[in-house]
């Protein structure tokens, strides 16, 4: 399976669609602290306009409004792996990412095949509080020679320079929050993770 090396994680169907035209091919959908049927009315809309759009929409989280809503890719952290009804997924032909942190996350991850494996957080961030230290470029080299020919994807606090290192480091994809949802310039900023990321 391939991905697009740019990878950009939004707050709201609004934001996909921004991102859509501004070119992303790839967009994860991560709403934090909604109601259940605002949750699905965003989740309808974003997947209308990547649908239209030729893009791919990947649903943080929430699994089971995914595939009531007949998304095709769902994104699970460790917490909510082990709540997904991982079998039903598949037999729906829904793909699905899953985060890791540690080897022992890593390891539980793989257990179910996923579609991509990501790693993080590579720097810093300040979007949330991490219980775990920057994993840092070496751990990204050490992650795809564990993971084989699966797509490795590095998140948390990305830049476009880290990117780059990032992807030489060996990542297959790189996901970016905050540089892009905060910049006072996300037009131009996509424009230019596109450029780096050659997406």
Same mark, same amino acid.
């Given at each position: 399976?391939?991905?697009?090396?740019?990878?950009?994680?939004?707050?709201?169907?609004?934001? /996909? $669609?921004?991102?859509?035209?501004?070119? *992303?091919? +790839?967009?994860?959908?991560? %709403?934090?602290?909604?109601?259940?049927? &605002? @949750?699905?009315?965003?989740?309808?809309?974003?997947?209308?306009?990547?649908?239209?759009?030729?893009?791919?929409?990947?649903?943080?989280?929430?699994?089971?409004?995914?595939?009531?809503?007949?998304?095709?890719?769902?994104?699970?952290?460790?917490?909510?792996?082990?709540?997904?009804?991982?079998?039903?997924?598949?037999?729906?032909?829904?793909? /699905? $990412?899953?985060?890791?942190?540690?080897? *022992?996350? +890593?390891?539980?991850?793989? %257990?179910?095949?996923?579609?991509?494996? &990501? @790693?993080?957080?590579?720097?810093?961030?300040?979007?949330?509080?991490?219980?775990?230290?920057?994993?840092?470029?070496?751990?990204?080299?050490?992650?795809?020679?564990?993971?084989?020919?699966?797509?490795?994807?590095?998140?948390?606090?990305?830049?476009?320079?880290?990117?780059?290192?990032?992807?030489?480091?060996?990542?297959?994809?790189?996901? /970016?929050?905050?540089?892009?949802?905060?910049?006072?310039?996300?037009?131009?900023?996509?424009?230019?993770?596109?450029?780096?990321?050659?997406?």
């Amino acid at each position: 399976m391939m991905l697009d090396r740019f990878y950009p994680v939004v707050p709201s169907a609004d934001w /996909v $669609g921004r991102l859509l035209g501004w070119g *992303a091919k +790839l967009v994860q959908l991560r %709403i934090k602290d909604c109601s259940e049927p &605002a @949750l699905r009315t965003q989740i309808a809309q974003a997947r209308v306009a990547c649908a239209a759009a030729g893009a791919q929409l990947v649903v943080n989280d929430y699994w089971q409004l995914a595939f009531d809503a007949g998304c095709d890719f769902v994104h699970l952290g460790q917490e909510d792996l082990a709540q997904a009804d991982i079998a039903a997924l598949r037999r729906a032909g829904i793909r /699905v $990412g899953i985060s890791t942190h540690d080897r *022992a996350e +890593l390891e539980r991850a793989l %257990i179910e095949a996923p579609d991509y494996v &990501a @790693l993080g957080p590579i720097y810093p961030t300040q979007l949330k509080q991490m219980p775990w230290a920057p994993q840092g470029l070496e751990r990204i080299s050490k992650w795809k020679r564990l993971v084989g020919t699966r797509p490795l994807v590095a998140i948390g606090g990305l830049t476009v320079p880290r990117a780059k290192l990032c992807l030489a480091a060996g990542a297959d994809c790189v996901a /970016v929050v905050g540089d892009i949802v905060r910049h006072p310039d996300p037009a131009g900023q996509t424009s230019a993770w596109l450029a780096a990321t050659g997406a």
